[in-house]
């Protein structure tokens, strides 16, 4: 009998620890290897989708690893930097240039409180247009955190308005990342959404560096030659 009740007890204990340590750390592992898998597949997509190489990937996926393990990215997971690398890839940037800006929108995301996804879309449209290196790019990053800011809007809202042909034109005209964001700002503030600011002034920036006839005689009424507007905007700006 007494063997009985010491088994009894051998069992409830062992079905406790079973309970309170074995199974949750079995669910620890499993959610361990979940994440693990959802960033292979997230690595995997940059081989698929954007046009990088099985080589990079793997190159790529320890670095973000290291990274993450280091501290090295502003709070964010290895997923969160893989989903952030697939737009910065999307948009032609290889290897150490890519990480290095996928690294710079980690930090503008940390800043802003927004998904690295999305930060990282408005930073290589930026840097796609206006070009430069990474202080360059560290630079871009902080004027679209101050657009976003300035605005009544998000980065998500400014990732439309910069899918629209405002920043290709704004370079054409002469007119810097700055000077277009703040724009688009303004225009938010008074209730216009991004991507219709964004449109509006794409055509105003289009128009005034050449000008339909019935704009040249617009300005010409206002003193101004096209071809001397257009020298200014090159060479000033807004």
């Known amino acids: 009998i007494a063997n009985i009740g010491s088994l009894q007890i051998h069992d409830r204990t062992g079905a406790a620890m079973t309970r309170g340590i074995t199974l949750p750390i079995l669910a620890i592992g499993g959610a361990a290897t979940k994440m693990a898998m959802d960033f292979s597949e997230d690595m995997e997509l940059i081989q698929t989708q954007a046009g990088g190489s099985a080589r990079e990937v793997k190159v790529l996926s320890e670095r973000i690893l290291d990274m993450v393990r280091s501290g090295k990215t502003f709070g964010e997971g290895a997923r969160a930097m893989a989903q952030g690398l697939f737009f910065v890839e999307s948009s032609g940037f290889r290897g150490a240039r890519?990480?290095?800006?996928?690294?710079?929108?980690?930090?503008?995301?940390?800043?802003?409180?927004?998904?690295?996804?999305?930060?990282?879309?408005?930073?290589?449209?930026?840097?796609?247009?206006?070009?430069?290196?990474?202080?360059?790019?560290?630079?871009?990053?902080?004027?679209?955190?101050?657009?976003?800011?300035?605005?009544?809007?998000?980065?998500?809202?400014?990732?439309?308005?910069?899918?629209?042909?405002?920043?290709?034109?704004?370079k054409l005209a002469g007119i810097s990342l700055a000077e277009a964001g703040t724009a688009v700002s303004i225009f938010t503030r008074q209730g216009t959404p991004a991507v219709v600011a964004a449109t509006g002034l794409a055509t105003a920036f289009a128009r005034m560096k050449a000008p339909t006839g019935v704009a040249a005689k617009n300005l010409a009424f206002l003193g101004l030659k096209a071809d001397v507007l257009a020298r200014a905007l090159s060479t000033g700006g807004l």
């Open 98 to 170: 890519a990480l290095e800006l996928t690294r710079i929108a980690a930090a503008g995301a940390a800043v802003g409180h927004t998904s690295l996804a999305n930060t990282a879309r408005a930073l290589t449209s930026a840097v796609t247009v206006f070009g430069g290196g990474a202080e360059l790019a560290a630079s871009k990053m902080a004027v679209l955190n101050a657009v976003v800011g300035v605005g009544k809007m998000r980065m998500e809202d400014l990732n439309g308005a910069l899918g629209t042909r405002l920043l290709p034109v704004a």
